[in-house]
């Protein structure tokens, strides 16, 4: 176990948590298209978000062990367990955005470091700082294209892939879990304005906002 | 555009992910109390601005967030080769065997990496 200084940024305080989108939801409302939709937006909230820097040997021998998924070594790769909750995606060499459904974050960095013990690397919580936008539909890559610099063309952007690329002006991990769906981890500063962009451009394809 | 490769993404992206960042293979003195005044001004201040191949450094700032360089021709823009940090270009000023008026004509219609 390192020394470093570590706490659960989860409380068992009567403190109320919000979405980063919560705002967002009140200032822009939420629009209920139906059926006619053809392209549905979702937040999956307050997930537990970590950022894992190391080297990659160490670090997938104690993810391996932890979470029984292996680290990423291909470039712009994305593996999730089989229940597809929790996800770990390449961001650079060196680097591996690690996603587990919220509260299992702290439990999880505990046990990466006790595993990791005094090997070179750095785990940080990054759940507070984003948020993690779906998009699914048929439209869904449609409206991508209109938005995203990065080609999202099935054949370019398979399932399974996930980079990080200009969306609308702002830095985003864009990241392709299954067929259906398309992930977008967005800041949690840039939220309102990546969600207001979503439904201007969705706007031709009734979308449809699911809270 | 720029359709700039990145050596740790290992593929092509746009250029507006990446960001300049001046002149390549630039060493600091190992000793600069031992430097004379112009050696160390040299080190901070001047920099070259070749009329043809120039090694720079990019860092691809949305993304991988990782700096690389890239060799690039002044005349036509085009990139001729992009490698990691530490490692030494295999195309210079010295090897490039056409004339710099000819790479320059006959990459007007675009840039490749």
Redesign the interface.
Known sequence: MSNAATFDTRTDSAIPMESPLAYSYRRSGAPATGPASRVTLRERALLGHLIVRGGAIALDEAVRGVLGISLPGQ??TLVQDASGERSIQW???D?WLVIVPGGEEFPLETRLRERLGSAHYAISDVSGGQTLLELAGEAARELLMKTV??DVHPSHFPVGKG????FAKA?TMLRRPDEERWELVVRRSFADYCYRWLLDAGAEYGVNVEQ | MFYIYCP????H??E??FRPKGQAHIERPAEPEACSDEEWGNYLFFRNNPRGVHHEMWVHA?????FFNVTRHTVSYEILETYKMGEQPSITADSQSLPREVAAVSHQEGVWA
Not at chain 1, 163 to 166: E, L, Q, R
Not at chain 2, 62 to 66: D, H, M, N
Request: charged share 30%.
């Open positions: 470039p712009q961001l650079s060499p680097e610099i990065y980079v990080t690329t200009v830095a | 740790y993404c290992g593929e992206r746009e507006e992910e949305v993304g991988c967030r990782k």
